[in-house]
């Protein structure tokens, strides 16, 4: 059986919902952060020692757009991607890795600005993030819009894209807000589908992420 070392609300929500709809059956292991991440034996299983960690029957995987990919070959018929051979995988592939390369590396330098730039220039680093995360916003909510296919639920861009949208939305908590899901009307439809779809909102209940979690996310209490 697939296990997953799983925190509520972190990159590992993505896993989890690309499992659900798969069906496959999986088991989850709770990971205490930040500290259970930095123990040998979750290192053993992510040298990086972040979320998610994926155990497989092909070795543990970490990395949510390799893990992503795999499921992903493993159900072809699941929805998450299109098989190899089909003249949509080459673009897939293409968002799948600027969504892991891009956006979502360049939130980390929202979430841990002392890891990235210096006391004295986190607010211009600040400003520069901001301006280059509604960028890519805007390249994934026209993708969306002109290749709809590329994006229908379950796809794996659309679990991906709309986590990363929730996040923009809700943190840094202590942060003035920057990302209106309005202003991207294409991701937010595919949001609150997501919302409301079986693997989406199974996910979202285990995490405890309250009834619209993508389309108009609150933080828990």
């Known amino acids: 059986m697939l296990v997953l070392h799983h925190a509520p609300d972190n990159a590992s929500l993505v896993v989890r919902i690309a499992l659900l709809a798969t069906n496959e059956p999986f088991r989850t292991v709770p990971v205490d952060r930040p500290g259970g991440l930095d123990t040998a034996q979750f290192r053993a299983l992510n040298p990086a020692g972040r979320i998610p960690a994926l155990e497989t029957p092909d070795g543990p995987m970490f990395e949510t757009g390799a893990i992503l990919l795999w499921l992903a070959d493993r159900h072809p018929g699941a ?18 890795f600027f969504l892991s390369n891009t956006p979502h590396a360049d939130l980390r330098h929202l979430f841990y600005p002392d890891r990235h730039a210096p006391p004295e220039g986190q607010a211009g680093h600040r400003a520069l993030t901001i301006a280059r995360m509604r960028a890519h916003f805007r390249l994934l909510d026209d993708a969306a819009r002109d290749r709809p296919a590329l994006f229908a639920l379950p796809s794996a861009l659309t679990l991906y894209v709309c986590t990363l949208l929730r996040w923009s939305v809700l943190y840094p908590e202590a942060q003035q807000p ?24 199974e996910a979202a209940r285990h995490d405890g992420l309250g009834p619209t979690p993508f389309s108009a996310p609150v933080a828990a209490p």
């Not at 991607?81 to 293409?94: E, I, K, M, T, V």
């Not at 991701?187 to 693997?199: C, E, M, S």
């Open 79 to 96: 929805g998450l991607a299109p098989p190899a051979g089909h003249p949509d995988r080459g673009r897939f592939l293409s968002w799948l």
């Open 178 to 201: 920057w990302c209106d899901p309005g202003a991207f009307p294409a991701l937010h439809a595919l949001a609150r589908a997501l919302d409301i779809h079986p693997a989406g909102a």
